[in-house]
Nanobody
Framework: QVQLVESGGGVVQAGGSLRLSCTAS?????MAWFRQAPGKEREGVAA???????TYADSVKGRFTISKDNAKRTLYLQMNSLKSEDTAMYYC???????????????????WGQGTQVTVSS
């Protein structure tokens, strides 16, 4: 089991930036960020697989960047050019499996953080 703690959420104006952090008890082979807006399904936003393979949802490509710092056991999500539709609870997810597909599928991950709220005001 992996413990995950997210931080960095907040309220930001449209066009602004935020960086989310996820501190893990240990980093795993495949990690991701998901988000869930009120009344909507949880959706995959970005994923990173050992060593540095990354995948992004079409809605965030070119605006969000996922990265990790092995020494700090921390996963990051840099979010730029934020839009009101990015408003959601953001969750960190992890699995020890080395994924080769379905990087942004919820069922592939079995460890989840408690979430951090991101609100983008227009």
């Amino acid at each position: 089991q992996v413990q995950l703690v997210e931080s960095g959420g907040g309220v930001v104006q449209a066009g602004g930036s935020l960086r989310l952090s996820c501190t893990a008890s240990r980093l795993t082979n495949s990690m991701a960020w998901f988000r869930q807006a009120p009344g909507k399904e949880r959706e995959g936003v970005a994923a990173i697989r050992t060593p540095v393979t990354t995948t992004y949802a079409d809605s965030v490509k070119g605006r969000f960047t996922i990265s990790k710092d092995n020494a700090k056991r921390t996963l990051y999500l840099q979010m730029n050019s934020l839009k009101s539709e990015d408003t959601a609870m953001y969750y960190c997810a992890a699995t020890s499996h080395l994924l080769y597909s379905d990087f942004l599928e919820r069922q592939e991950y079995n460890n989840w953080g408690q979430g951090t709220q991101v609100t983008v005001s227009s």
